[in-house]
Protein backbone atom coordinates (compact mmCIF):
# COMPACT_ATOMS: atom_id res chain seq x y z
CA UNK A 1 0.00 0.00 0.00
CA UNK A 2 1.32 3.43 -0.99
CA UNK A 3 2.76 5.46 2.35
CA UNK A 4 3.15 2.55 4.50
CA UNK A 5 5.70 2.42 6.55
CA UNK A 6 7.87 -1.37 5.63
CA UNK A 7 8.03 -2.48 9.21
CA UNK A 8 11.30 -4.61 8.97
CA UNK A 9 11.70 -7.19 11.53
CA UNK A 10 13.46 -6.11 14.81
CA UNK A 11 15.46 -8.21 17.09
CA UNK A 12 16.69 -6.47 20.27
CA UNK A 13 18.89 -8.14 22.71
CA UNK A 14 18.14 -6.84 26.46
CA UNK A 15 21.52 -8.03 27.90
CA UNK A 16 19.88 -6.21 31.62
CA UNK A 17 22.39 -6.05 34.45
CA UNK A 18 25.20 -8.60 33.24
CA UNK A 19 28.52 -8.02 31.01
CA UNK A 20 31.40 -5.85 32.46
CA UNK A 21 32.79 -3.41 29.53
CA UNK A 22 35.44 -6.28 28.73
CA UNK A 23 32.78 -9.26 28.45
CA UNK A 24 30.28 -7.05 26.52
CA UNK A 25 33.14 -6.27 23.82
CA UNK A 26 33.40 -10.20 23.42
CA UNK A 27 30.00 -10.17 23.17
CA UNK A 28 29.73 -8.11 20.37
CA UNK A 29 32.55 -9.06 18.22
CA UNK A 30 31.26 -12.92 19.11
CA UNK A 31 27.94 -12.36 17.86
CA UNK A 32 29.54 -10.24 14.60
CA UNK A 33 30.93 -13.92 13.33
CA UNK A 34 27.86 -15.56 13.18
CA UNK A 35 26.10 -12.97 11.50
CA UNK A 36 26.11 -12.10 7.82
CA UNK A 37 25.13 -9.49 5.06
CA UNK A 38 22.28 -11.09 4.42
CA UNK A 39 21.52 -11.40 7.66
CA UNK A 40 20.77 -7.81 8.66
CA UNK A 41 18.81 -7.34 5.01
CA UNK A 42 16.72 -9.39 6.71
CA UNK A 43 16.24 -8.37 10.52
CA UNK A 44 17.62 -5.33 12.05
CA UNK A 45 19.80 -6.07 15.08
CA UNK A 46 20.01 -4.13 18.25
CA UNK A 47 22.01 -4.99 21.34
CA UNK A 48 21.26 -2.97 24.54
CA UNK A 49 23.71 -3.67 27.18
CA UNK A 50 24.16 -2.06 30.99
CA UNK A 51 25.25 1.74 30.86
CA UNK A 52 28.65 1.29 31.82
CA UNK A 53 29.26 -1.00 28.10
CA UNK A 54 27.81 1.37 25.74
CA UNK A 55 30.86 3.00 25.27
CA UNK A 56 33.26 0.07 24.34
CA UNK A 57 30.21 -1.43 22.16
CA UNK A 58 29.43 1.53 20.54
CA UNK A 59 33.33 1.89 19.56
CA UNK A 60 33.73 -2.21 18.77
CA UNK A 61 30.92 -0.92 16.23
CA UNK A 62 32.16 1.71 14.54
CA UNK A 63 35.79 0.86 14.39
CA UNK A 64 34.53 -2.63 13.01
CA UNK A 65 32.04 -1.17 11.00
CA UNK A 66 29.12 -3.82 12.27
CA UNK A 67 25.67 -3.06 11.46
CA UNK A 68 24.38 -3.58 14.67
CA UNK A 69 22.24 -0.62 16.14
CA UNK A 70 22.95 0.21 19.87
CA UNK A 71 20.22 0.09 22.48
CA UNK A 72 20.06 1.96 26.08
CA UNK A 73 17.76 -0.24 28.92
CA UNK A 74 16.63 3.27 30.85
CA UNK A 75 17.22 6.76 30.87
CA UNK A 76 15.97 9.89 32.63
CA UNK A 77 13.70 12.05 30.75
CA UNK A 78 15.16 16.05 31.82
CA UNK A 79 18.42 16.95 29.84
CA UNK A 80 20.60 17.44 32.54
CA UNK A 81 20.66 18.52 36.28
CA UNK A 82 20.54 17.16 40.06
CA UNK A 83 19.57 13.78 39.30
CA UNK A 84 22.02 11.70 40.90
CA UNK A 85 22.64 8.39 39.15
CA UNK A 86 20.57 8.71 36.08
CA UNK A 87 21.24 9.50 32.27
CA UNK A 88 19.76 11.77 30.30
CA UNK A 89 18.87 11.49 26.54
CA UNK A 90 21.31 13.60 25.04
CA UNK A 91 24.23 11.59 26.76
CA UNK A 92 22.90 8.53 24.84
CA UNK A 93 22.20 9.98 21.62
CA UNK A 94 25.67 11.35 22.00
CA UNK A 95 26.72 7.80 22.06
CA UNK A 96 25.11 6.88 18.99
CA UNK A 97 22.35 5.44 20.84
CA UNK A 98 19.57 4.60 18.90
CA UNK A 99 16.75 2.48 20.74
CA UNK A 100 15.97 3.01 24.14
CA UNK A 101 13.85 0.54 26.30
CA UNK A 102 11.77 1.91 28.40
CA UNK A 103 9.15 0.78 30.75
CA UNK A 104 10.86 -2.74 30.99
CA UNK A 105 8.06 -4.32 33.74
CA UNK A 106 11.52 -5.06 36.02
CA UNK A 107 11.50 -1.36 36.09
CA UNK A 108 7.83 -0.60 36.73
CA UNK A 109 7.75 -3.74 39.11
CA UNK A 110 11.00 -3.31 40.81
CA UNK A 111 12.06 0.23 40.73
CA UNK A 112 8.30 2.00 40.95
CA UNK A 113 8.11 3.35 36.83
CA UNK A 114 4.45 4.87 36.31
CA UNK A 115 3.04 4.66 32.83
CA UNK A 116 3.44 8.22 33.23
CA UNK A 117 7.31 8.62 33.83
CA UNK A 118 6.96 5.75 30.82
CA UNK A 119 5.22 8.40 28.98
CA UNK A 120 7.86 11.13 29.51
CA UNK A 121 10.67 9.22 28.85
CA UNK A 122 9.34 7.45 25.51
CA UNK A 123 8.91 11.53 24.61
CA UNK A 124 12.29 12.44 25.93
CA UNK A 125 13.70 9.32 23.48
CA UNK A 126 12.04 10.51 20.36
CA UNK A 127 13.10 14.28 21.14
CA UNK A 128 16.61 13.27 21.00
CA UNK A 129 16.25 11.70 17.84
CA UNK A 130 16.27 8.13 19.25
CA UNK A 131 12.79 5.31 19.07
CA UNK A 132 11.37 3.98 22.30
CA UNK A 133 11.02 0.72 22.91
CA UNK A 134 7.91 0.91 25.10
CA UNK A 135 7.17 -2.07 27.47
CA UNK A 136 3.95 -3.34 28.39
CA UNK A 137 2.50 -6.91 29.84
CA UNK A 138 0.40 -8.59 32.11
CA UNK A 139 0.99 -10.46 35.20
CA UNK A 140 0.14 -13.56 35.71
CA UNK A 141 -2.46 -12.90 38.59
CA UNK A 142 -4.53 -10.62 35.51
CA UNK A 143 -4.09 -12.80 33.12
CA UNK A 144 -5.57 -15.30 34.75
CA UNK A 145 -8.44 -13.01 36.25
CA UNK A 146 -9.39 -12.41 32.34
CA UNK A 147 -7.98 -8.84 32.45
CA UNK A 148 -4.66 -8.86 30.52
CA UNK A 149 -6.33 -7.60 27.34
CA UNK A 150 -7.93 -4.53 29.59
CA UNK A 151 -4.44 -4.18 31.08
CA UNK A 152 -2.17 -3.86 28.57
CA UNK A 153 -4.49 -1.84 26.71
CA UNK A 154 -4.51 0.86 28.94
CA UNK A 155 -1.00 0.82 29.50
CA UNK A 156 -0.15 1.43 25.67
CA UNK A 157 -2.85 4.45 25.87
CA UNK A 158 -1.22 5.33 29.20
CA UNK A 159 2.55 5.15 28.08
CA UNK A 160 2.43 6.66 24.67
CA UNK A 161 0.26 9.25 25.40
CA UNK A 162 3.29 11.91 25.28
CA UNK A 163 4.36 10.67 21.69
CA UNK A 164 3.09 12.24 18.35
CA UNK A 165 2.03 10.22 15.85
CA UNK A 166 5.40 10.38 13.73
CA UNK A 167 7.37 9.61 16.31
CA UNK A 168 5.16 6.41 17.75
CA UNK A 169 5.29 5.15 14.12
CA UNK A 170 8.94 4.75 14.28
CA UNK A 171 8.90 3.47 17.68
CA UNK A 172 8.03 -0.26 18.67
CA UNK A 173 6.04 -1.82 21.44
CA UNK A 174 7.34 -5.03 23.07
CA UNK A 175 4.30 -7.19 24.04
CA UNK A 176 5.65 -9.14 27.19
CA UNK A 177 3.71 -10.52 29.72
CA UNK A 178 5.46 -10.45 33.34
CA UNK A 179 5.02 -14.18 33.93
CA UNK A 180 6.79 -15.27 30.52
CA UNK A 181 9.78 -13.15 31.33
CA UNK A 182 12.87 -15.45 32.91
CA UNK A 183 10.39 -18.15 33.59
CA UNK A 184 10.86 -20.49 30.83
CA UNK A 185 7.64 -20.27 30.23
CA UNK A 186 6.42 -18.47 26.78
CA UNK A 187 2.85 -16.59 25.98
CA UNK A 188 1.46 -19.20 23.33
CA UNK A 189 2.16 -17.37 19.72
CA UNK A 190 -1.71 -17.57 19.34
CA UNK A 191 -1.90 -15.68 22.42
CA UNK A 192 0.94 -13.20 21.17
CA UNK A 193 -0.05 -12.93 18.10
CA UNK A 194 -3.52 -11.88 19.38
CA UNK A 195 -2.69 -9.40 21.91
CA UNK A 196 -0.30 -8.05 19.22
CA UNK A 197 -3.06 -7.44 16.65
CA UNK A 198 -5.11 -5.68 19.54
CA UNK A 199 -1.94 -3.74 20.50
CA UNK A 200 -2.23 -2.45 16.82
CA UNK A 201 -5.35 -1.73 16.77
CA UNK A 202 -5.29 0.47 20.28
CA UNK A 203 -2.97 2.53 18.17
CA UNK A 204 -4.68 2.99 14.67
CA UNK A 205 -8.17 4.06 17.62
CA UNK A 206 -5.91 6.33 19.75
CA UNK A 207 -3.46 7.50 17.49
CA UNK A 208 -3.91 6.95 13.99
CA UNK A 209 -4.02 4.16 11.53
CA UNK A 210 -0.70 6.08 9.73
CA UNK A 211 1.23 5.38 13.12
CA UNK A 212 -0.06 1.86 13.52
CA UNK A 213 1.09 0.62 10.37
CA UNK A 214 4.80 1.70 11.13
CA UNK A 215 4.97 0.75 14.73
CA UNK A 216 6.71 -2.22 14.99
CA UNK A 217 5.24 -4.53 17.88
CA UNK A 218 7.73 -6.97 19.67
CA UNK A 219 7.05 -10.12 21.60
CA UNK A 220 9.02 -10.65 24.58
CA UNK A 221 9.42 -13.16 27.47
CA UNK A 222 11.62 -16.68 27.44
CA UNK A 223 12.14 -16.44 23.46
CA UNK A 224 14.93 -18.52 22.25
CA UNK A 225 15.77 -20.36 19.24
CA UNK A 226 12.99 -22.77 19.15
CA UNK A 227 10.50 -20.28 19.38
CA UNK A 228 11.32 -17.45 17.62
CA UNK A 229 9.78 -18.71 14.09
CA UNK A 230 5.93 -19.43 15.95
CA UNK A 231 6.46 -15.69 17.42
CA UNK A 232 7.28 -14.56 14.21
CA UNK A 233 4.50 -15.93 11.76
CA UNK A 234 1.98 -13.94 13.33
CA UNK A 235 1.54 -10.94 10.82
CA UNK A 236 1.25 -8.50 13.91
CA UNK A 237 4.43 -9.83 15.40
CA UNK A 238 7.19 -7.41 13.94
CA UNK A 239 10.18 -8.56 16.22
CA UNK A 240 11.40 -10.10 19.66
CA UNK A 241 12.80 -8.54 22.93
CA UNK A 242 15.18 -11.23 24.01
CA UNK A 243 16.41 -11.17 27.69
CA UNK A 244 18.68 -14.23 28.86
CA UNK A 245 19.07 -16.22 25.42
CA UNK A 246 20.66 -12.98 24.21
CA UNK A 247 23.46 -13.58 26.56
CA UNK A 248 25.12 -16.04 24.43
CA UNK A 249 26.11 -15.38 21.24
CA UNK A 250 25.25 -18.56 19.33
CA UNK A 251 21.47 -18.46 21.00
CA UNK A 252 21.05 -14.84 19.93
CA UNK A 253 22.41 -15.66 16.27
CA UNK A 254 19.99 -18.42 15.54
CA UNK A 255 17.13 -16.09 17.03
CA UNK A 256 18.49 -13.64 14.80
CA UNK A 257 18.55 -16.26 11.62
CA UNK A 258 15.11 -17.44 12.19
CA UNK A 259 13.98 -16.35 8.75
CA UNK A 260 16.72 -19.01 7.49
P1 LIG B 1 13.79 -13.20 28.78
O1 LIG B 1 13.66 -11.61 29.02
O2 LIG B 1 14.00 -13.41 27.33
O3 LIG B 1 14.99 -13.61 29.63
O4 LIG B 1 12.52 -13.83 29.26
C1 LIG B 1 12.93 -10.82 28.14
C2 LIG B 1 12.95 -9.40 28.62
O5 LIG B 1 12.86 -9.18 29.84
O6 LIG B 1 13.06 -8.44 27.84
Not at 110 to 122: H, L, N, P, R, S
Not at 174 to 196: H, K, Q, S
Not at 249 to 260: E, G, L, N, Q, T
Request: with cysteine; net charge negative.
Amino acid sequence: MVGVPDRKSLIVGNWKMNATHLEAIQMIQKLSYRLEAKDYDRVEVVVAPPFTSLRSVQTVIEADRLWFGLGAQNLHWEESGAFTGEISPVMLAKLSVDHVIVGHSERRQGFGETDEMVAKKARAVANAGMRPIVCVGETLEQREGGEAEQVVVSQVVASLARLDPEALGSSAIAYEPIWAIGTGRTALPDDAGTMAGIIRETVSNKVSSYASEGVRILYGGSVNAANIKDFMAKSDVDGALVGGASLDPDSFAAIVRYWV
